[in-house]
């Protein structure tokens, strides 16, 4: 995968105070800094166990709350946005959380280098930028070359589980997700929310308003 594709655009937003601190003091503590060598996974958290991989988690709110209703699994995050950032790492302390970790760095780069083929048990990438001008699909983190990238580091038999409140998004990722042989559908087009993913609230609103959300739940063979 060539060094040029990136899994993100760096946007300015707001640091709060709180979130600066965090990411001072916690990033060291619950934070894997970016390098060219692969995790060993158990090593890292202290234990053999379940790994799942978020990528982009935003403010991460449902990560927390993925990783204290599952306390069996453990959960590596992946994002570049300092505030989001420190939001999540506050969360962390706030509860506790042992098993959550976070690499604040480009996806693409993380997969490329630090992690192991056939380390994961699941992928989750919940409502990644749609980028809704026609020009800007390419943009789109959901592309073939990704995809293949994300088998390669999924177990036999581990998950890819996407989540999109954009139809014609939904419609590009169930196509990339059909196109790429390593994976099979668990449904027949679009899956149920299960329930370790959590309603956000932006969520809750844009379902009473009316908009859909659709989640893609694919198996590796």
């Known amino acids: 995968?060539?060094?040029?594709?990136?899994?993100?655009?760096?946007?300015?937003?707001?640091?709060?105070?709180?979130?600066?601190?965090?990411?001072?003091?916690?990033?060291?503590?619950?934070?894997?800094?970016?390098?060219?060598?692969?995790?060993?996974?158990?090593?890292?958290?202290?234990?053999?166990?379940?790994?799942?991989?978020?990528?982009?988690?935003g403010m991460g709110e449902s990560t927390a709350i993925i990783a204290r209703s599952h306390p069996e699994n453990d959960y590596l995050g992946i994002e570049v946005h300092t505030p989001g950032v420190g939001s999540l790492l506050n969360q962390i302390e706030?509860?506790?959380?042992?098993?959550?970790?976070?690499?604040?760095?480009?996806?693409?780069?993380?997969?490329?280098?630090?992690?192991?083929?056939?380390?994961?048990?699941?992928?989750?990438?919940?409502f990644p930028d749609p980028w809704p001008k026609a020009r800007h699909h390419k943009r789109r983190l959901i592309q073939p070359e990704?995809?293949?990238?994300?088998?390669?580091?999924?177990?036999?038999?581990?998950?890819?589980?996407?989540?999109?409140?954009?139809?014609?998004?939904?419609?590009?990722?169930?196509?990339?997700?059909n196109q790429e042989p390593q994976l099979k559908n668990t449904a027949a087009d679009y899956a149920p929310r299960p329930d370790y993913r959590p309603l956000t609230k932006f969520e809750q609103r844009g379902i009473k308003l009316g908009h859909g959300v659709w989640d893609l739940i694919f198996r590796k063979n």
């Open 146 to 177: 990704l995809t293949a990238r994300l088998c390669s580091h999924l177990k036999p038999g581990g998950y890819l589980h996407a989540a999109t409140d954009w139809e014609d998004y939904a419609m590009q990722i169930l196509q990339v997700f």
């Open 94 to 126: 706030q509860h506790g959380l042992t098993n959550l970790r976070i690499v604040q760095h480009d996806a693409v780069a993380v997969l490329q280098h630090m992690l192991p083929a056939a380390c994961l048990d699941g992928v989750h990438i919940f």
């Open 1 to 57: 995968m060539q060094h040029s594709i990136r899994s993100f655009v760096l946007r300015q937003g707001r640091v709060s105070n709180a979130q600066r601190r965090a990411c001072e003091t916690l990033l060291p503590r619950y934070g894997i800094p970016f390098s060219e060598n692969q995790l060993d996974l158990d090593q890292v958290f202290g234990r053999p166990a379940p790994k799942i991989l978020e990528i982009g988690f």
